[in-house]
């Protein structure tokens, strides 16, 4: 039967139904993804998304929490100021807004700047040294004058090279990407400052913190500059305005590095746990107290939510979530008695260049309560106002912060370490007792010197003193004395010196409330071991033939550096808060003595407290002394000593308490002329002063210690600035006690 040649050209080929069959199965899988894409968003994240969207019609503006302020200890209840808020307009450029390019360059530049100027800091040390070495040698009329003058004219020619090299300044027009261009010079008519100027400061930002943003202009930023640019963002992009709480130091450079300091949060920390919840651009504290205490001085931002419109442009609705303040810090600081001690070592240094380092000579003081370990004074010199660092350049950061300025910001009552000298006996005379080495009555030094095959050490001065007694000897200050001490200690089983110089504090960190202390140096076998591990990873880091930490590789801990520590020279490092601390352990309330030590451990803080002053957390307590055991009789003996050296005729620092009551507030003090010598410093070496005094008022008891680089004698310096603050503590007249130095050679040893 024939087919219907009209049916055939009706049916499908094979392959057409096939290609129809595949576009309708692609067509259903793109509705099906399309529809589980869809169904996902809208019911799965509508959450999230929803979220968002509120999120596009809001902008979420942060209220900086004022930080808390800093209070002294006051005596009479009502705490004074020592770091306070001002509330400032601050106009900043977002660190997002700033072009990748941009912060590359200057990170670059920064980098090579900066490496110029350690370069030309190490060149201008070279030429100061040089310059001191052919000035003793011209003296000495030595060949030694010739070769100081080649290296000085070879020195010389570095630094031409060196202001050759010298990376040249960025500027707006030759360095600044086309967008930053453009940014800046459209805000500075609005700010009135010239662009170039904020390009400055956009440098200086970076360099410094380049994660953070940059403020443009933090004073002077009236109500119509601050409404023009909020209401103009498309015009300033990345252009805030905000009102920040800056710090204020109303005390100006007392105790000014003990504060610290605040800025931007660093993307490094934001991974802290410690710091979980914060965000970028917040601000914390860096150092010090702000550090320390920063969870209870940060507060808690609050935040504005602004409605705004499909262009962005508020629409008028706003909520608000208030910023909760910061909690107030009272510490246990006596601010007059701060401000005392800073004046006096501004008096007695100035702007005197230290022979050792050919840099700004500095010193420092710390008072302390030796019954509960609270910090009553701390000071260092040179000192600055922390204020003054706010929006500078980097290059004036760097001059006023330098070393060769003094290292202002330097608080070498904690982390600067310097031979002890003489303070340094009471730990050898505790060592020799509690051992059994001598005994109350034990006499010996008898001489200037004390004299052993390939060793002379004598008495300053060449000062006779006879063989004295522990007591006698520290009033003196007679070296020989502890000469034959630290010999006769020498090979005795458990270092009894070493050991009892750490149970009082010495070689080890005191736990004090701040960061950055230093724990010194008591030298043994064990520690010239490790500084031999350094010396050798040193050379081989620096590729050099010596980093100077140690003369000789593998000379061993002798006899003879047993005695020079044992006068607290040789390799003997502390700092003035260890010093005051060790002398603070024998503290007996009243004078009444106890069969052992009760060696503080000092603190800054006293206490939290809300903005109103209510009570929240103390401090007081928290780290009870370590009580160390020593008979009575010792001691009495050590102390007896201690006394007669501020009172007793012959006692190194008599003259300087002349007219002290000592009836009223017996002074128990020790002096102390530490040696310190570098390779440069020639046949003589620099002389350090240093004092410590403690009083056992029942009342008020206190220890101060005080310490001058290249201050003279311990009577000289030390020991005046000490006398100057237990008069202002105890309210002794000037014309009954001028504490003045001796205006001879002061009697006794140092």
Avoid at 736 to 750: E, F, H, K, L
Wanted: proline share 7%; glycine share 10%; with cysteine.
């Amino acid at each position: 039967m024939a087919r219907d040649p009209r049916l055939a050209r009706r049916t499908p080929a094979p392959q057409l139904a096939l290609r129809i069959t595949a576009f309708g199965l692609v067509a259903f899988g793109v509705f099906a993804v399309l529809f589980l894409r869809l169904w996902f968003l809208q019911v799965l994240q509508n959450d999230q998304y929803l979220a968002k969207a509120q999120a596009n019609r809001e902008r979420v503006v942060r209220i900086a929490a004022p930080r808390g302020t800093i209070v002294d200890h006051d005596y009479r209840g009502s705490g004074r100021a020592l770091v306070e808020n001002r509330i400032a307009t601050v106009v900043t450029l977002a660190a997002d807004a700033i072009p990748e390019e941009d912060v590359n360059a200057i990170r670059d530049w920064g980098q090579r700047r900066g490496k110029h100027d350690a370069d030309v800091d190490a060149l201008a040390d070279r030429l100061a040294r040089a310059a001191a070495v052919r000035d003793r040698a011209r003296r000495r009329r030595a060949t030694q004058a010739r070769i100081a003058a080649r290296r000085t004219t070879a020195d010389a020619t570095a630094a031409r090279r060196l202001r050759a090299d010298r990376p040249r300044d960025l500027t707006l027009t030759r360095d600044a990407s086309p967008e930053l261009r453009r940014v800046l010079r459209d805000v500075a008519p609005v700010l009135h400052v010239r662009a170039s100027r904020l390009y400055e400061r956009v440098v200086s930002s970076v360099v410094r913190l380049p994660y953070a943003g940059v403020p443009l202009k933090a004073r002077g930023v009236t109500a119509a500059v601050r409404n023009y640019l909020l209401e103009r963002p498309g015009r300033f992009p990345g252009v805030t305005v905000t009102k920040e709480y800056a710090r204020r130091y109303p005390g100006g450079q007392i105790a000014a590095q003990i504060y610290g300091s605040v800025s931007q949060i660093t993307p490094e920390q934001l991974k802290d746990p410690k710091y979980r919840g914060l965000e970028q651009g917040q601000r914390i504290g860096q150092d010090g107290l702000e550090y320390e205490y920063d969870s209870y001085l940060r507060g808690r931002d609050g935040e504005r939510r602004i409605q705004v419109d499909a262009q962005g442009q508020p629409t008028g609705e706003v909520t608000e979530v208030p910023p909760v303040p910061g909690d107030r810090l009272r510490l246990t600081l006596d601010s007059g008695l701060s401000r005392a001690g800073q004046e006096a070592l501004r008096r007695r240094i100035g702007t005197r260049i230290d022979a050792k380092t050919q840099k700004r000579a500095g010193g420092a003081f710390v008072a302390i309560d030796p019954s509960d370990g609270g910090i009553r004074a701390m000071g260092s010199y040179p000192s600055l106002n922390p204020g003054v660092l706010e929006g500078i350049t980097t290059q004036r950061y760097k001059r006023l912060t330098s070393a060769r300025n003094g290292g202002p910001l330097t608080n070498r009552a904690i982390t600067a370490a310097y031979p002890a000298a003489s303070t340094f006996k009471l730990a050898t005379a505790t060592a020799g007792l509690a051992s059994g080495t001598i005994g109350v009555n034990t006499a010996q030094g008898d001489g200037a010197c004390f004299v052993r095959p390939g060793l002379e050490a004598c008495n300053a001065g060449h000062a006779i003193f006879g063989a004295t007694n522990v007591t006698k000897a520290l009033t003196v200050s007679s070296d020989t004395f502890f000469y034959q001490l630290g010999w006769d200690l020498y090979p005795k089983e458990n270092q009894p010196l070493q050991r009892w110089a750490r149970l009082l504090g010495f070689g080890r960190r005191t736990g004090i409330d701040l960061p950055g202390e230093a724990p010194g140096v008591i030298p043994d076998e064990a520690w010239r071991r490790g500084r031999d591990r350094e010396e050798q990873e040193c050379r081989k880091q620096r590729k050099t033939p010596s980093c100077g930490l140690v003369a000789q590789i593998g000379a061993p801990f002798t006899r003879g550096d047993e005695v020079n520590a044992s006068i607290g020279q040789g390799d003997v490092q502390i700092t003035p808060l260890q010093l005051a601390t060790a002398y603070g352990g024998f503290f007996d309330p009243g004078g009444q003595l106890r069969e052992d030590l009760h060696v503080p451990v000092p603190h800054v803080a006293e206490q939290i407290e809300n903005a109103e002053g209510v009570l929240e957390e103390s401090f007081n307590g928290r780290n009870p002394p370590r009580r160390v055991q020593l008979p009575a009789e010792f001691k009495r003996a050590i102390k007896q000593g201690l006394h007669g050296a501020t009172s007793e005729p012959g006692g190194t620092a008599t003259r300087v308490f002349a007219g002290w009551p000592q009836a009223e507030h017996p002074v128990l003090g020790k002096t102390g002329t530490a040696e310190r010598c570098s390779r440069s410093s020639g046949r003589s070496c620099p002389e350090q002063s240093w004092f410590v005094g403690m009083v056992e008022d029942r009342r008020r008891p206190i220890v101060i210690a005080a310490t001058v680089e290249d201050g003279g004698a311990g009577a000289d310096a030390g020991a005046p600035i000490v006398c100057e603050l237990l008069r202002r503590w105890y309210g002794v007249s000037k014309k009954r006690v001028p504490c003045a130095a001796p205006s001879g050679p002061a009697p006794g040893g140092d």
